[in-house]
């Protein structure tokens, strides 16, 4: 950097236009070399990772395993901000400096789904923020509650018929692909119940346990260890091919044709963090994520890693948001 600057200083103090030209010139490359500089010593302080739902569902297991492993110099410290279908912490990071220290465990909801919900965003879901890397995607686990007499997506739909809006399903809020499933599945079966949103799925699990709702659309990595334990009963599965972690529960779509939903997670950053500092984090999420025992620990939870470069997150975050704009429209969803 000093060369890069004494160069500069050097060219500027020529008094001819052609010099002045190629002043201006190193003056640039000078930047660009303290724009180096600065990349190859970030992180300064520690970093905050902002995770937009409260402890313990898959945002939260998925921040706290990147927290661990990371090698950044400085510690990676957890910031669960829920509300507002995850928009309140979302929207914190949105309106943060962009320098690459503060950082959103985003998802389908906070970064797709909710700008076609809410009539009005806090923050702008593409415009303020940092592509960084998708991290991992995931089925959502259709589960009644144990006393509800269905064993089958038939048979819930049946009884749906039969009983219209006298069942509840939750969601640890509006506009997370949780409530969005539920508000698929009711468009394409010609079904009603009532959405229920809590401030998060803790919340909303003891519900669905002791009957109070009886339907949930959770993430698998939630769900499933609890529909292994019999506390809850698994119908079937969101995405279009059944997960290797429960192959022996089937997709929505084997009996309800066109359903399909996937929750996904990605980390993104404020908008314009320098592009070598995004290439930092890029390369950190990666080693990160394709450790044998992170992988492996993401599979039993299943959460299939699905990694990515800044663009095709971007590129990736583009089509959702077109995907689930219908979705909401053709649903009548809306945040109450």
């Known amino acids: 950097m000093k060369i890069c600057s004494e160069t500069a ?20 490359l000078g930047a660009l070399c303290s724009t180096g500089v600065s990349a190859q010593t970030f992180p300064t302080k520690p970093l905050r990772l902002v995770v937009t739902f409260p402890p313990g569902g898959a945002p939260d ?36 400096v962009g320098d690459g220290h503060t950082l959103v465990m985003g998802t389908v909801g906070t970064h797709s789904i909710n700008g076609a919900l809410y009539e009005k965003m806090p923050y702008d879901m593409v415009k303020d923020f940092s592509p960084i890397s998708l991290i991992a995607s995931a089925p959502n686990l259709l589960v009644v509650n144990n006393a509800l007499p269905v064993k089958s997506v038939p048979e819930l739909i049946t009884y749906m018929r039969a009983n219209p809006n006298k069942l509840s399903f939750g969601s640890p809020g509006i506009g997370t692909s949780v409530h969005v499933s539920g508000e698929l599945f009711k468009s394409l079966t010609g079904t009603s119940m009532t959405h229920v949103p809590y401030k998060g799925r803790q919340f909303a699990i003891p519900d669905l346990i002791g009957g109070s709702i009886q339907v949930m659309f959770d993430n698998m990595p939630s769900a499933l260890p609890m529909a292994k334990e019999g506390k809850i009963r698994a119908l079937a599965q969101t995405t ?22 996937t929750t996904w997670f990605a980390m993104f950053a404020p908008a314009n963090v320098p592009r ?36 095709e997150l971007a590129r990736y975050q583009a089509s959702e948001i077109t995907k689930w704009a219908k979705v909401v429209k053709d649903s009548g969803a809306k945040a109450e």
């Open 9 to 28: 200083h050097t060219i500027q103090n020529g008094v001819s236009p052609l010099r002045r030209k190629l002043g201006l010139l190193m003056l640039g």
């Open 61 to 96: 297991i998925l921040a706290r395993l990147f927290s661990e492993k990371a090698q950044l110099g400085f510690p990676v410290v957890i910031d669960n901000r829920p509300g507002a279908g995850g928009n309140i912490g979302a929207d914190n990071v949105a309106k943060a």
């Open 240 to 261: 279009a091919r059944r997960s290797p972690a429960a192959p022996d529960v089937p997709t929505v779509s084997e009996f309800v044709p066109g359903f399909e939903a």
């Open 276 to 311: 070598p500092v995004i290439d930092r984090l890029n390369a950190e999420v990666l080693r990160v994520f394709k450790l044998p025992d992170v992988q492996e620990r993401l599979k039993t939870l299943g959460l299939d890693a699905v990694l990515s470069s800044p663009e």
